[in-house]
Structures are given as structure tokens and as C-alpha cells.
């Protein structure tokens, strides 16, 4: 990232090294030094907010599983309040100041909690001191799976034409790119994206129930995509999604109206990276097959035995091939010219040292 401090820096630099030539009287030597000092304090901000585009390029998410362990209600301090009164004094002037005074509504409120392997999720209350049991609290049973998505980091989002399809591709299916599972209601999810219209709901709730045990163990989280498009749509989907997420195993189905299997794609992080004997495994599965619950059980049992996630660490060293767009680098620039400039107006007008 250092590599474009003197790009930063030198504009600014020349307006420095310039003032003190075009205002010998105003600025003196040690308010020469001290336009030096911000110059340098602004030059390494700029490369800071150029670190920051970094690392915004690289922010990530992956759906991490698991299970309820328990649930309760707990009593905690009141959440509101009312003015009850409230404390005067009064100055040598003989002004009085009155300062609010503050009570609790409730001796307490309820924290309706449920407690899980990916940690505790607090139900929002139906009524303010949360007396009244909320139905979602109430429905939830151990043992019952949850996901939860979670920021991490992907350095293979730094190579941005990875995925880029066929411009064409995307036309074709403008308007019709499914979105990534969504996290609902706290922590469900519902992994098989679809537009058949045909209920999966069963294949589903199987998945979810398996990811809570083996999601944990293999670092792993399974979609599932079932497709009347063409065998393109895989392409236009990786796009718009920017591949799999790290620890995701993607199955794609293409479909006709009876099930029956067209096409078929597998893929995880990296293009398939230490998972290739897997996908290729999956992929013959399919031959001569329709989608169904015992296709989905079959090759699930694969993915336990043969997955292996790749770390993304490995690609760390994709951070060095970092290039920051022309547009926040030029933006910095003027930026630090304004901040450099302004306070050597500052300094001809007042005698800061």
C-alpha cells in the first residue's frame, strides 16, 4: 500500500515547499516544520483510507450452522424510564439549575433468550416489560438447527473479473439471477433456490437438521439450486453471487418439468480447490438420474467423507496485487491537496508559532 504514498504525497509536498518561498514574512521556519508535520499526518491517513478500500474489497460473509441448546427468561434491569422528580441548587447568583431525576417503570423486565452453539439470540418482546411469553420463544424447541451469516474475509474477491461471465449470458437472464439463501426470522434459512415453483421443503428441513451437527465439524454450509434455465445460468449465477462463499459446497440442478436431471454443476471456494475428486464424484452421480430426496441424501454423504476446506490464507498474498480505483486514488490525492493547502492559509493569516 505504501507503494502510492509519493503519489499522495508530492502535490502536497510542492505546495509546502512553495509557501514558505511565496510568503517568507508570514510563515515562519518552525511553522515551515509544522506544515511538514500535517503533511506527513494527512499523507499517512490517505494511505490508511487507501488500506481501508482493501480491505472493504475483501469483506465477505459465509452462513455458519448449528443448534439451539436451551432457552429461558431472564430478569434484567428496566429498559424505561419516567422524570419522578427532580434536583435544583442555586449559584452565588442566586440561579437555580434543576437537573432531571430518573425512575424505572418495572422493578425489572424479561429477556426472552434462546441459547445456541453459535451463540444467544435475545426474542424481541410483544409488550414493554416483556411479561407476555413471545410465540416464536415459545415454538422453540433443543435441538432445533439455526444459521446465522457472519462477516469474514475473501481474498479472492481482490480478482474481480474471477467470475465474469459472457456479457450476453447476463443479458439473457437479466432480471432473473435468484439471490443467495437469506437468513430469516433470527435464523432460519431456506437453502434450496429455486424458481420451478415446486415445494422443497422437505429436502430442506433435512439439510438444515444434517448442518447442524456436520456444519460445525467440516466447516461446512451446502446450497442447493434447482433450474429449469440452461446450463448458463450456472455462469450468470457465479457472477452475480462472487462464487461460493468459503466454506460452501454449491449443487446446481438443471431440471425439465418431470425432474429429470439436464445438466448438473458442483463447485466450492476456489474454484473447487482440494475438492475436485468430490465435485467430479457428484457430478457422476447424476447420470441417468431425477432430483430427489434419495439424490440429495446420496451425494450429501460425499460431501461429509470428501470435503475439505480450503483456508482462505492460502491467497493472503493476493492482498499485494491490490490496486485501488483511479477514482479514490485521485479523490485522496485532492483531498490531502485541500487538507495541506487549507492549513497553510491558516498559518499566513495567524501567527500560529
Request: some cysteine; overall charge negative; glycine content about 6%.
Amino acid at each position: 500500500m505504501w507503494v502510492y504514498l509519493p503519489i499522495l504525497l508530492i502535490p502536497s509536498l510542492l505546495i509546502v515547499i512553495l509557501s514558505k518561498s511565496i510568503f517568507p514574512r508570514q510563515i515562519t521556519f518552525r511553522e515551515w516544520l509544522l506544515q511538514f508535520a500535517v503533511l506527513f499526518v494527512t499523507s499517512i491517513i490517505s494511505v490508511g483510507v487507501l488500506k481501508a478500500g482493501m480491505f472493504e474489497s475483501i469483506s465477505d460473509f459465509s452462513v455458519f450452522n448449528g443448534e439451539v441448546t436451551g432457552k429461558a427468561v431472564v430478569k434484567v434491569s428496566c429498559d424505561h424510564q419516567y422524570q419522578c422528580g427532580q434536583t435544583c441548587t442555586t449559584d452565588s447568583n442566586n440561579q437555580m439549575t434543576c437537573v432531571p431525576v430518573y425512575c424505572d417503570e418495572h422493578d425489572y423486565d424479561n429477556s426472552w433468550r434462546v441459547y445456541t452453539t453459535l451463540g444467544t439470540w435475545k426474542i424481541d418482546r410483544i409488550d414493554r416489560e416483556g411479561l407476555k411469553k413471545p410465540p416464536f420463544w415459545a415454538n422453540v424447541l433443543e435441538g432445533d438447527p439455526v444459521s446465522e451469516k457472519r462477516h469474514v474475509e475473501n481474498y479472492l474477491l481482490i480478482d474481480e473479473d474471477r467470475f465474469v461471465s459472457n456479457p450476453a449470458i447476463m443479458e439473457k437472464y437479466k432480471g432473473k439471477i435468484l439471490p443467495y439463501p437469506k437468513i430469516t426470522g433470527y435464523w432460519h434459512i431456506n437453502r434450496v433456490v429455486t424458481e420451478t415453483g415446486t415445494d422443497y421443503d422437505g429436502i430442506n428441513i433435512w439439510l438444515n437438521n444434517k448442518l447442524r451437527y456436520d456444519g460445525p465439524k467440516h466447516e461446512l454450509n451446502v446450497v442447493l439450486v434447482v433450474t429449469q434455465h440452461q446450463e448458463d445460468y450456472y455462469y450468470a449465477l457465479m457472477e452475480a453471487w462472487k462464487g461460493p462463499r468459503k466454506n460452501d459446497v454449491i449443487l446446481f440442478y438443471g431440471v425439465d418439468d418431470k425432474e429429470n436431471i439436464q445438466w448438473f454443476k458442483a463447485i466450492s471456494f476456489a474454484d473447487g480447490q482440494n475438492n475436485q475428486v468430490m465435485l467430479n464424484n457428484l457430478q457422476s452421480m447424476t447420470y441417468g438420474r431425477s432430483f430427489d430426496d434419495k439424490l440429495v441424501q446420496d451425494q450429501y454423504k460425499v460431501i461429509t467423507e470428501e470435503f475439505r476446506r480450503t483456508p482462505n490464507n492460502t491467497f493472503e498474498y493476493m492482498k499485494d496485487g491490490w490496486v485501488p480505483s483511479t477514482w479514490l486514488i485521485v479523490f485522496m490525492v485532492v483531498l490531502n491537496i485541500l487538507a495541506t493547502g487549507g492549513f497553510t492559509a491558516f498559518v499566513v493569516r495567524e501567527r500560529v508559532l
